[in-house]
């Protein structure tokens, strides 16, 4: 058939026109993209154990600042160690000038009360929490001993830090634990307490030690 049109336009002269090829437009669309919200990473830089407007984030004001899961109440040069949005995830880190060589604070406002989610990393050259006996180093969770009732059980990463000197008179020397805990490359060091030296499992709490060093090794109290 094609031949055949060939022939009869060849000897008019002509030539067999063709249809013109469609092109189709693109057409760009907007689509809406799920939001995902950056974890809120607080860095500790100060070896101060304040809660105060020097203008530092203290650890005590980072840890506050993730239970209350904002900001709110810092001043302007402690709110600006604050990045990303409260919420699952947070983490708080340590300013790697402040904390270029192995540092201390010492505890003087008593254990730090965790109730929020949050990862909590030493700085590369480690760094030491001393509770100088006069209180534990962490209240994970919130329990009501005499009732046994729980109001918070956060989820809680230590890692890399030295907890020494603490000291309770009755459960847990080191970190009363209520939800979960994991403590990865900590060194516990000389605490004491009445039902067990360095941590206790309350409420069906579950705590996790990886590649830690007790000394002395503790006992725990759980139900």
């Known amino acids: 058939m094609n031949s055949w049109v060939k022939r009869i336009f060849s000897r008019r002269g002509e030539t067999p026109k063709t249809r013109p090829t469609l092109v189709r437009r693109f057409r760009p669309r907007v689509e809406a993209l799920e939001e995902r919200a950056v974890p809120a990473n607080l860095v500790v830089n100060t070896l101060s154990d304040a809660v105060a407007a020097d203008g530092k984030l203290s650890l005590r004001e980072a840890i506050a600042a993730v239970n209350a899961q904002s900001a709110t109440g810092l001043d302007a040069g402690a709110a600006a160690q604050v990045s990303g949005t409260f919420g699952s995830g947070d983490t708080i880190r340590f300013d790697p000038t402040t ?81 979960k805990l994991t403590v990865d490359g900590c060194t516990f060091t000389a605490n004491t307490g009445l039902n067990g030296g360095v941590d206790g499992t309350f409420a069906g709490a579950t705590p996790h030690a990886w590649r830690s060093t007790f000394t002395p090794h503790p006992t725990a109290r759980g139900s």
Not at 144 to 152: C, H, M, P, W, Y
């Open 99 to 179: 904390f270029a060589t192995r540092q201390t604070i010492t505890l003087t406002g008593g254990s730090f009360t965790v109730t929020n989610d949050v990862d909590i990393t030493a700085p590369a050259a480690g760094l030491i929490l001393d509770a100088a006996t006069n209180s534990r180093h962490f209240d994970i969770g919130t329990l009501d001993i005499s009732t046994g009732n729980v109001s918070t059980a956060p989820t809680v990463r230590l890692a890399g830090l030295t907890l020494v000197n603490g000291k309770n008179g009755s459960f847990c020397g080191s970190i009363l634990v209520v939800g």
